[in-house]
């Protein structure tokens, strides 16, 4: 399923380096990352050109003429159908065609380049009061040109139509290098464009020909529904519609032309709204009940099964949104505007009594921006949900949008309902945009066997036939594609599809824009990202992958394409991607990187691969992924294990030895702690450490402690009184014991305070952290087993486990188990491992901590965001009279062993220029900065000037008047 190899295009990529101002990429890494979107389909590209204005992508098309290569325009790449794949050089717009060019804030009108996000061009136009009217559920990574061109809808396309409905003008391009301004043509702009002469002129003949030869059949075949996706919008050539060649040209998904600019048409942001939640006994019945609510002229419309509320509960997603829903099976979510509050909550109680009346089981209406934020989340959360459902197998996308006019839906969820069941696919979810009539679904498809794949087409078939019956659409939002191209002729028959060539080849004659997609398109089940011939290289592994059949391929695979990791706002995930916009660098282009790896086609050298080691190198392990991502990738753990594979038998980078090591020469440095920092820091020694050791020359090596904590710990003087609470061991991890003893000092204070025994293990003891984030995994094991050996007794009495550092108590609760699976007291200390704050909640809940009264900015370890979480720590603060901000989003940066390795600096500092050292400029200076981790905790004291971070336990403690 590869292509040729990219040294046969060599002529075409030096031309591109030498005439396209942008980066061109035909390497084999590259062309993995780009081999697929976030559907069913796999097409290695040609190359990727990453252009830095629109003009240089014009160029890039004009290189790939001039060698008859196919071109393919790419957002966000999250494409459901598979058309934003293809043996083409794929141009990514995401990077640097990004530019909001003009606001019209008088007239609501913006022109943009193609790579803006919608969240960033939303949150360019919020201060204007103006938004863009669709909102896809991929809101944070979708691109504005890829909206365009897959005619994107969303909730929000309810109260402001499709895409289409959005546009008013685009600058695009033809293949053959017609540049030029498209929008609505009266007469007169008509007869002045074929006056003129030239290729313009024939294209606007020969559409205005199509228009008019196939009229009676667009009118009589395209489905008069909201959501009407499927197909060229050749209804907006006909006159009524004012030969709109813009609104034509969106949801032709890159076969057509390839779009430079967008003259968008904006909306006003609601002045206030209202979230109601209808529960019925079943979707049917929610169903049933869309035409009585959109009576009430609903903004927005959602449905969702009790199917994804339990695949939602047993994934611990939008949990605080779930406890939110009303009793039932079924819910509807109908957001009423209104000019104020008081009308938008009106609005929605008279509908929910309206409806009460009409079967609604029960209903609750929430008007706090926070709560309505949770349960969109859940409705959001719908596709990682149900991916992969822990009682069966995984699903997929191929019939995930269809849709059906609104008054008939009930009826047509039953009848499909059926056909699921037909097929034994009965275990789906239903959900979507039900107030449009557009049901969304994963399916368990089996797409690597010939029976699985037989069903596949079959099932498609049917399900086309059955909504093409209810006078629905193939497509009720994700587009055709590869998908649904070849059925097109079931929905609008021969002659419209006809009409749909003939366009494709008066402004493509020669089929070099995406082709194979939507016209002369490739037969559904071909191209397959498995497929019948999928057999992936099973290699033995460290990691024992409980999620995925205990299969590194299966991880591998567990991507899903949505692209949340290249979001820029919310969340950790992904501080690479973040920081560089390189897809690579993202936790999605990581994945088909290692997906690519073991089918061995582009990527052949296995587990010593420059081009996965490369797209590695810059992941923090930070773990945002593995609570950020929809399906929970764990790319932190992927990069311990290949590292583990790349250098084994191999020499390792020095850092690996310098840093990996930490925890012996923090032993080591306890013996003469004054002058191992003289050497770190004397210049010239300094140097020449650090070069030795491959740590950045820019760094600041942090200082070793005069007395470690475990030696104070021995030495101090104790009541000898009985503890009401009982005894809990404090865990000494390296950087507390060696580097902060205060911290330790603080935390035994507070324990001790709160009625706990405190006992620290009798022999050294560490966690292995910085040899699993270097991949020396084989050392981490026999790390952990001596551990699991101190604590033994410990843990079999029950004794809890109190760890101050976030990444070691990740590696507790998080690591280890996976890679001593089976080990009993493994397992005991993943249950008993607490941080400070979860013990005090759960141990001693009746303590209170004493006065502290201060505000406090929090920077969260990302650790405690994606495996141990913050919220107990926060009631205590407050408890403590301690105002936070808690900055739950982005990385600090640093990262353990990242920040400080040689090539790292100025993405780990770009990391931080992010979120965190924002938020500390505007902090006040008397305001305190909080951060558990020492990597938090020493990049703030290096990068924030004065500020000086403290842990939670010193804050706490700081509150008993305690110097350490």
């Given amino acids: 399923m590869g292509t040729k190899p990219s040294t046969l295009f060599e002529a075409a990529a030096a031309d591109m380096r030498d005439r396209v101002d942008g980066e061109i990429r035909f390497d084999p890494g590259s062309r993995a990352t780009y081999s697929t979107d976030a559907s069913n389909y796999r097409q290695v590209p040609i190359g990727v050109v990453v252009p830095r204005t629109p003009e240089a992508a014009a160029e890039a098309v004009a290189v790939c003429r001039e060698h008859d290569l196919p071109v393919l325009s790419r957002g966000g790449g999250t494409s459901l159908a598979g058309q934003c794949c293809n043996a083409a050089v794929v141009i990514d717009w995401s990077k640097y065609c990004t530019r909001v060019e003009s606001v019209d804030t008088e007239a609501g009108v ?37 909206m365009i061109g897959n005619n994107s809808c969303g909730s929000t396309a309810q109260a402001y139509g499709k895409m289409v409905d959005s546009v008013r003008r685009l600058e695009v391009l033809t293949y053959d290098g017609v540049r030029m301004w498209v929008g609505p043509t009266d007469d007169d702009e008509f007869a002045r ?18 228009a008019e030869t196939y009229a009676d059949e667009i009118r009589a075949n395209y489905p008069h529904i909201p959501r009407r996706v499927s197909g060229y919008n050749l209804d907006s050539l006909l006159p009524d519609n004012g030969f709109h060649l813009a609104k034509a040209l969106v949801g032709s998904e890159s076969t057509l032309v390839t779009v430079l600019r967008a003259e968008l048409a904006l909306v006003r942001i609601p002045a206030a709204s209202a979230l109601a939640v209808l529960g019925f006994e079943d979707v049917f019945a929610a169903a049933d009940a869309v035409p009585a609510v959109l009576e009430h002229q609903p903004a927005a419309l959602e449905g969702l099964d009790h199917r994804l509320v339990d695949l939602e509960h047993s994934r611990r997603l939008a949990e605080k949104a779930l406890r939110q829903l009303p009793d039932g099976k079924a819910w509807l979510m109908v957001q009423i505007d209104g000019d104020d509050q008081e009308e938008a909550d009106r609005k929605a109680k008279s509908m929910i009594d309206d409806l009460c009346k009409q079967g609604a089981v029960d209903a609750s209406v929430l008007d706090d921006p926070k709560r309505k934020k949770e349960v969109w989340a859940a409705r959001e959360a719908g596709l990682g949900a149900t991916a992969y459902p822990p009682d069966g197998p995984p699903t997929h996308e191929g019939w995930e949008d269809a849709a059906v006019p609104p008054d008939r839906l009930g009826d047509y969820l039953r009848d499909f309902r059926k056909l699921l069941d037909q097929y034994d696919y009965g275990s789906a979810s239903l959900y979507g945009h039900f107030g449009q009539g557009c049901v969304h679904t994963r399916i368990p498809f089996v797409l690597w066997t010939a029976e699985g794949v037989a069903n596949f087409r079959a099932f498609l078939e049917d399900s086309a036939r059955l909504v093409v019956d209810y006078g629905g659409s193939l497509s009720g939002e994700h587009g055709d594609g590869q998908t649904r191209g070849e059925l097109l002729p079931i929905m609008f028959g021969q002659r419209v599809v006809t009409a749909f060539e003939r366009t494709k080849a008066l402004l493509d004659p020669r089929n070099r824009m995406n082709p194979g997609k939507v016209v002369h398109p490739y037969k559904l089940d071909e191209n397959l990202r498995q497929g019948v011939h999928y057999r992936p290289t099973e290699p033995a592994t460290m990691f024992a992958y409980p999620h995925d059949d205990h299969r590194f391929s299966r991880a591998a695979d567990r991507c899903v394409g949505v692209g949340k990791c290249r979001g820029d706002e919310s969340g950790v995930m992904c501080p690479s991607y973040r920081a560089t916009q390189e897809e690579e ?13 073991l089918e061995g086609d582009v990527i052949t050298d296995g587990w010593r691969s420059t081009e996965v080691h490369d797209a590695l190198d810059l992941c923090l392990a930070c773990k945002g992924c593995r609570s950020d991502c929809p399906v929970n990738v764990d790319m932190a753990t992927y990069k311990a294990e290949f590292l583990f594979h790349h250098y084994r038998g191999r020499v390792r980078p020095m850092a690996h030895y310098s840093m990996g090591w930490i925890p012996l020469w923090a032993r080591l440095a306890a013996v003469a702690p004054h002058l191992l920092n003289a050497v770190t820091h004397k210049p010239g020694l300094s140097t020449a450490f650090k070069k030795v050791g491959g740590i950045d020359p820019q760094r600041r090596m942090p200082n070793f402690a005069d007395q470690r904590f475990t030696t104070w710990f021995a030495r101090r003087p104790t009541d000898g009184s009985a503890k009401p609470r009982g005894p809990v061991m404090l865990w000494p991890d390296t950087f507390v014991n060696n580097f902060e003893p205060e911290v330790g000092k603080a935390a035994v204070a507070v324990l001790e305070a709160a009625g706990f025994e405190v006992e620290v293990p009798n022999r050294t003891v560490c966690c292995g952290l910085t040899w699993i984030s270097t991949g020396q995994l084989r050392v981490a094991k026999r790390v952990l087993r001596r551990t699991l050996t101190a604590l033994g007794p410990a843990l079999r009495s029950g004794t809890p486990v109190v760890v101050l550092e976030p990444s070691c108590a990740a590696v507790f609760r998080a690591d280890m188990p996976e890679l001593l699976a089976g080990d009993e007291d493994a397992h005991r200390l993943a249950d008993q491992t607490f941080t400070l704050g979860d013990l005090l909640a759960e141990k001693a809940p009746d303590w209170q901590p004493s006065p502290v009264n201060a505000r406090g900015v929090v920077q969260q370890h990302c650790h405690q965001h994606a495996v141990l979480g913050y919220t107990h720590e926060r009631k205590l603060l407050g408890a403590a009279g301690v105002e936070t901000d808690l900055l739950d989003a982005g990385c600090c940066g640093l990262a353990g062993n990242f920040g400080f390795e040689k090539g790292h600096y100025d993405v780990s500092v770009a990391c931080a220029e992010d979120k965190l050292l924002p938020a500390l400029r505007e902090a006040g200076p008397d305001t305190l900065v909080l951060a558990d981790g020492f990597s938090c905790r020493t990049q703030i004291r290096e990068l924030a000037g004065e500020r000086s971070p403290v842990h939670f336990a010193q804050v706490l403690a700081g509150g008993l008047a305690v110097k350490g």
């Fill in 585 to 597: 660098h993202s936790t999605r282009g990581r994945a088909r990187l290692l997906f690519e790896m």
């Fill in 193 to 210: 464009i074929v006056a003129e002469g030239g290729r313009r002129a024939e294209i606007y003949r020969g559409l205005k020909d199509i």
């Fill in 110 to 146: 913006a022109v943009v380049q193609p790579g803006i996000k919608l969240d960033a061009l939303n949150n360019h136009l919020a201060d204007s009061g103006w938004m863009v009217g669709p909102k896809p559920s991929t809101h944070v990574s979708c691109a504005i040109g890829g």
